[in-house]
């Protein structure tokens, strides 16, 4: 075997030449990785004893992708174009020998391969739509001369990984080979090919699938009107959609051209800025400096709950679904069994839509049992969760019970959304196992938990729960105590300035339109409606003192009422409601303001800067560790839109100096509560960004 560089290899077995590359993690095309495929190609084929020539990968996945550390540096090496040129004009037959995922500039590689096989294992995607960005090495070209421009529609635009069988079928791959036996199955196909004098295949010049979309530009506008909503704000897909119409109208070499113009335009524009950087912002949210990587970790092997309903019961599905037992644990038997039977409603629904098998809705189910009973049911678990009313009286008392409950080393954590878990944490004689795991509702749905460390936290219980969010699929961000921690907190501060909006002359259909239009799923009046303005509001104790009590008061309690801040019909869709602009005029008038006419703009920046002034006072005081997580949390939690990276990544799109001058200005009108954070002002005089903090 003959070394190319230090990631690939050549070797002659009988009369296939072998490229073998190794570039853990997962051989992405790093400068290194290219050139070691240029010049293992420009060897294989100037061996005049190899007549066809295999590439293959060590590790466990083929070439995954492009190395995206690489991204927007200078090229150094052979550009993959060259690689791809020296594969796909090589006068031996190339075949790509795929396991693991062959992603992105990997798949574009193998596409230049004259055939491809595949072990069933393997997966095939396109997900660069997912960077904010479309194929730039040829893929929106070539995937839709093997797939059909319908399914490289759907591939591309979703970044979905597809498996080998159905690669195999769409004419991604040409054979599957038994698992485990890639390297022998795929120099046997190699020596078939030669022997049976099969053609050099250039997909390039396979033109049939896309000549017959030729002159239906319905094909496009449908797919554009069915996936609206779902690319709504988005550059990516729709140039996605763009390059693909390329592929079906014009020459492969004047496609290749749209690609490459369409893809430098994402590439230097905001949104795939922004992409890139929420991919890095994930990743490093798991690095916690204080807490080392090689941290003993507690084994969770079952999970206890307390609280059976929709967000007890959310929790207990998320455990399940990674195979770890769970036991509920409720006071009364009646809402016991209604969570437990919530539970596999939404199993079956799931189930229903394709998305897992019955038997699979069994496994779940037969997990998580039900009990009435702490004392019983809590005594062996290694982690317990309370998910009950946020007052604090109801907690310290449950913490106390549990303390003398479970096990020595057992984790005992709350799923409180903003209280003081110090607080909770004084009543047990073990503050080290106590930490807040907050959960986001619909818990078996929302990617994010935020993980609260507490003064006393250890490491190893801080360690296994950043771990364990990852297993059950969750995205985790460590977070600090204090009032609504990091996503509550910084959402009352738009909350807040939303209210205050209203009561200036601006409608909540106003204030919704702007924050729907600069990208979040629904404005905050629109999710009110979705909640029920009546979570928290007491009927007897209500005296008509706000909007909210009024529109409660006259069963305006939102979408399942059929009316709350607005009207809806019998499809839930809204309309402004002359009832409630009718409330919010005469508390207007009440109150003595002059309403007036409030611009878009001023509605985004009153919503929006004070989100980010309130994350920098969060960094400030040390209540989250990096800009970036501020970012992970609200993008994940709350719907910021992924496009535009998060309100730290954004106050830097905008420019500090900009977010300064803005709240200095609303300071000065509308009082202390836009007073700047002393980092703010900081930051600005050393010129330097919030990622800094």
Not at 33 to 47: D, M, P, Q, S, T
Not at 49 to 61: D, M
Not at 333 to 358: C, F, H, M, V, W
Not at 614 to 633: H, N, T
């Amino acid at each position: 075997m003959a070394e190319i560089n230090s990631v690939t290899d050549l070797s002659l077995e009988g009369d296939v030449a072998v490229i073998t590359l190794n570039s853990p993690p997962v051989n992405a095309l790093s400068a290194k990785v290219r050139e070691g495929l240029f010049e293992g190609f420009k060897a294989a084929i100037a061996n005049d004893a190899a007549k066809s020539i295999v590439l293959i990968c060590e590790g466990r996945t083929f070439i995954a992708g492009a190395d995206i550390t690489e991204f927007g540096g200078a090229m150094a090496g052979p550009s993959l174009t060259d690689v791809q040129d020296m594969m796909e004009n090589s006068p031996k037959p190339v075949i790509a020998a795929i396991h693991g995922t062959v992603l992105g500039g990997g798949l574009e590689v193998a596409l230049c391969a004259h055939y491809r096989v595949a072990v069933p294992s393997a997966k095939f995607g396109l997900p660069e739509v997912n960077l904010g960005l479309l194929p730039g090495a040829g893929g929106t070209q070539r995937l839709p001369r093997v797939v059909g421009p319908e399914r490289a529609l759907e591939m591309m635009t979703s970044g979905r990984h597809v498996g080998a069988k159905e690669a195999l079928a769409g004419g991604l791959t040409d054979e599957l080979l038994e698992e485990g036996k890639l390297k022998e199955g795929a120099i046997a196909f190699a020596k078939k090919v030669v022997s049976e004098g099969k053609p050099l295949r250039k997909i390039r010049d396979q033109n049939e699938k896309v000549e017959a979309a030729r002159g239906k530009p319905e094909i496009f506008a449908d797919f554009r009107k069915a996936n609206a909503r779902k690319f709504r704000g988005f550059l990516a897909p729709e140039y996605n959609i763009q390059t693909i119409e390329a592929a079906v109208n014009l020459p492969f070499d004047e496609g290749l051209a749209v690609e490459r113009k369409l893809f430098n335009e994402l590439m230097s524009g905001p949104q795939s800025a922004a992409q890139r950087y929420s991919f890095f912002a994930e990743r490093t949210a798991q690095k916690i400096p204080d807490v080392p990587e090689d941290t003993a970790l507690i084994p969770i092997k079952k999970v206890g709950i307390i609280g059976a309903g929709t967000m007890g019961g959310g929790i207990a599905m998320n455990f399940a679904n990674a195979g770890i037992p769970v036991v509920i644990v409720e006071q009364k038997q009646e809402p016991l069994d209604r969570g437990l039977a919530t539970i596999r409603k939404n199993y079956e629904r799931t189930a229903s839509r394709g998305g897992i098998t019955a038997a699979q809705v069994e496994e779940r189910c037969a997990l998580i049992t039900g009990s009435l009973s702490m004392e019983d049911s809590f005594a062996d678990v290694d982690l317990v969760i309370e998910a009950v009313f946020e007052r604090m009286d109801i907690k310290k008392d449950i913490f106390t019970k549990l303390d003398a409950i479970c096990k020595p080393g057992a984790i005992l954590a709350t799923n409180t959304s903003g209280l003081d878990i110090d607080e909770i944490a004084s009543v047990t004689k073990r503050p080290e196992s106590v930490i807040g795991l907050h959960f986001f509702s619909p818990a078996n749905v929302m990617k994010l938990l935020e993980i609260v460390r507490a003064d006393h936290t250890s490491k190893e219980v801080i360690a296994t729960s950043m771990k364990l969010a990852k297993q059950i699929g969750k995205v985790a961000v460590l977070v600090g105590v204090c009032p609504g921690f990091v996503g509550n907190r910084i959402l009352g501060a738009r909350q807040r300035e939303a209210q205050k909006l209203v009561m200036e002359g601006a409608m909540p259909w106003d204030i919704d339109r702007v924050l729907y239009d600069f990208g979040f799923p629904m404005g905050p009046f629109a999710m009110s409606d979705l909640a029920g303005l009546d979570i928290g509001w007491v009927k007897e104790k209500s005296k008509g003192e706000s909007i909210r009590d009024v529109l409660c008061e006259a069963d305006r309690r939102g979408q399942k009422t059929g009316a709350g801040y607005y009207d809806y019909d019998e499809n839930r869709v809204a309309k402004p409601s002359p009832f409630t602009e009718k409330v919010i005029n005469d508390f207007i008038v009440k109150s003595g303001a002059n309403p007036r006419k409030i611009s878009d703009e001023e509605i985004l920046e009153r919503c929006i800067f004070p989100m980010i002034n309130e994350g920098v006072k969060i960094l400030e005081e040390g209540k989250a560790i990096r800009a970036s997580d501020v970012d992970v949390v609200w993008q994940n939690g709350y719907g910021w839109p992924v496009y535009r990276g998060g309100p730290m990544h954004y106050g830097d799109q905008v420019g500090p100096a900009k977010v300064l001058a803005k709240m200095k200005e609303f300071q000065a009108t509308m009082g202390d509560q836009f007073k700047p954070a002393a980092a703010l002002e900081k930051l600005v005089a050393e010129n330097k960004k919030f990622a800094d903090l």
